[in-house]
């Protein structure tokens, strides 16, 4: 046992305060899942596909059941959903970040639905909404919990969102305006 003071860099007695023990340190740096604020940092970088989803959704009303919605409108729902960012943000500094989730996701959503309850005047088409971005909410914090498998939840959801906005549009004649083939049958949303 005398010879463990020859492994390191200092001496086995020493007077003075001045000795440098950090090279002689060892340990383990444990692996922190993501926080509150990484996580929310997550949800922003969804923030763009969330709007044009949530966008698309209105534009897809207005072509299959001849509801018009003003730019202005447009503008007024993105920015609901880009203040669920700043809500989870500040909830989540005091309270844990799941429960801030969806308490930021409940009242945006509510706030959308109640909105185009009174835009379009249809709670139907409000539920549809809703809905949505209910899916959308849902869908992103299901990607945030899966650490591992965050691509593949996010590209396999993507996929599908792409595929059912084929399937409603299919009978949209583009070319001729924004309303159904006359050999088609309507698509109500």
């Known amino acids: 046992m005398e010879a463990l003071h020859l492994n390191r860099n200092y001496h ?4 003075d305060a001045e000795q440098d023990l950090t090279s002689s340190s060892f340990g383990v740096r444990l692996f922190k899942p993501a926080d509150g604020y990484q996580r929310t940092m997550r949800t922003v970088k969804y923030a763009i596909m969330f709007i044009f989803l949530t966008f698309l959704t209105f534009f897809i009303i207005e072509v299959l059941n001849g509801r018009a919605v003003h730019p202005i409108q447009y503008a007024l729902v993105g920015s609901a959903l880009i203040v669920f960012h700043v809500l989870l943000l500040s909830l989540s500094e005091h309270i844990s970040f799941n429960v ?5 996701s409940v009242a945006v959503i509510v706030m959308i639905a109640l909105y185009t309850r009174s835009v379009l005047g249809s709670g139907r088409l409000a539920l549809v909404v809703a809905g949505m971005v209910t899916l ?3 869908f992103l914090f299901v990607v945030l919990q899966a650490e591992d498998y965050a691509l593949l939840l996010g590209s396999l959801g993507l996929f599908g969102i792409l595929g059912l906005t084929m399937y409603l549009t299919r009978r949209i004649d583009w070319f001729t305006g924004l309303g159904p083939s006359p050999d088609a049958e309507a698509v109500k949303v």
């Open 12 to 15: 086995q007695m020493w007077t």
């Open 100 to 104: 801030s989730y969806i308490t930021a």
């Open 136 to 138: 959308l909410y849902g």
